[in-house]
């Protein structure tokens, strides 16, 4: 009996062994089995594999879109029809950037004209020399020459107010095209739920911008180096560079859709990334070159306004010198600036709007 009591207890004694080596090996493959899983996911998901021709009814996908002047008046639209309520958000942008930040600096304006006087020494005479002079000044002062060393109070505040306007303009729009009667009150309220989420999306926009800033300031080298004079090394950097940015513009297509999906009651950073990645498959050379389209009409858009009025600003003042400290072009800016967020951000969200309803008539 002793002998049948010291065996069962030896049994149990293995078992109870065997049992911990059992849960401590699921214990160690549980995380790999997790990895395995969402591989496999987003290899279902994606049908492109490296080093292999993707078959094209694996990855073509309908996208049918109003053309890109339609799309733009479309969206111009839009805007038009609730001008009253989008008006006040750009208003609020201007308060809150010229309180919080601070508008462009007439003196700092001066200081470039009188430079650029300087320096050109009479190249830029007649018509067209004013035109090219006026061009020159407006890629000077729409690039952030106005503003001087923002503090870093101040650039925090300045990316806050431009997330601010986005997430108001997303979901103003939103609601408006829902059927729904709003305020601007509720806007500025209600959308600033998922500001950190957003905030994170758009650091993932800033970090995969990278490579073209690498390439912007590897010209500024070059052209100070001579470089670009010709030869193999001028076409080693425009190929380079032209790779740099090919990078950029590839990762933030799904990006931009990005922060419009994180705006989504409940959605979360990286699922929002997912769902952009999953949504642009099949239609990312498309989607991009609205995007493109987009930047080129704010461009056409700022160089139309900008230009005759910076020669306007040099004529007025010039006739009547004691409205010299008018900071006519600053407030310009300014008031561009404010239209030019509330505009992109409503483009991104209608063209996603239109890309959702296309994949709704696919399912």
Do not use: C
């Not at 103003?172 to 095209?177: A, K, M, Q, V, W």
């Not at 073209?212 to 076409?235: D, H, W």
């Not at 404010?338 to 309803?357: C, D, P, Q």
């Amino acid at each position: 009996m002793t002998n049948n009591k010291k065996k069962s207890v030896k049994k149990t004694v293995k078992s109870k062994q065997k049992f911990n080596i059992f849960s401590i090996l699921r214990f160690i493959k549980k995380p790999f089995i997790a990895i395995k899983k969402r591989i496999t996911n987003y290899l279902s998901r994606r049908p492109h594999r490296s080093f292999r021709l993707t078959r094209r009814r694996d990855y073509k996908k309908e996208l049918i879109l109003p053309g890109y002047f339609k799309f733009t008046k479309d969206v111009n639209r839009t805007l038009w029809k609730n001008r009253k309520i989008f008006i006040l958000l750009a208003i609020v942008f201007i308060i809150f950037t010229a309180i919080m930040v601070k508008v462009g600096s007439q003196d700092t304006y001066d200081t470039i004209v009188d430079t650029f006087n300087a320096n050109s020494a009479g190249g830029f005479d007649g018509f067209w020399g004013e035109v090219g002079k006026a061009g020159i000044l407006f890629i000077g002062t729409a690039t952030g020459g106005l503003n001087g060393s923002l503090s870093e109070s101040q650039q925090i505040f300045g990316v806050l107010i431009i997330l601010l306007t986005w997430l108001s303009s997303v979901w103003l729009l939103r609601n408006i095209l829902a059927g729904h009667k709003v305020k601007l009150r509720d806007g500025l309220y209600n959308s600033a739920a998922p500001l950190l989420p957003t905030f994170l999306v758009a650091l993932l926009l800033i970090v995969q911008l990278l490579p073209v800033a690498l390439a912007v300031i590897g010209y500024s080298v070059a052209a100070v180096t001579g470089i670009l004079s010709g030869g193999v090394e001028a076409m080693l950097f425009w190929f380079t560079a032209g790779f740099l940015t090919l990078i950029s513009l590839y990762f933030i297509t799904s990006t931009l859709f990005a922060l419009v999906i994180i705006t989504l009651p409940g959605m979360y950073p990286f699922k929002a990334i997912k769902t952009a990645g999953d949504l642009i498959i099949g239609r990312r050379i498309r989607i991009l070159l609205r995007f493109i389209w987009m930047a080129v009409v704010v461009i056409l858009t700022w160089a139309i306004i900008m230009i005759p009025l910076i020669i306007f600003d040099s004529w007025i003042k010039g006739v009547v010198p004691t409205i010299a400290w008018l900071p006519i072009i600053p407030v310009i800016i300014l008031l561009l600036t404010s239209t030019t967020v509330i505009w992109v951000s409503s483009y991104i969200y209608l063209l996603y709007r239109k890309v959702i309803s296309n994949e709704s008539a696919e399912a």
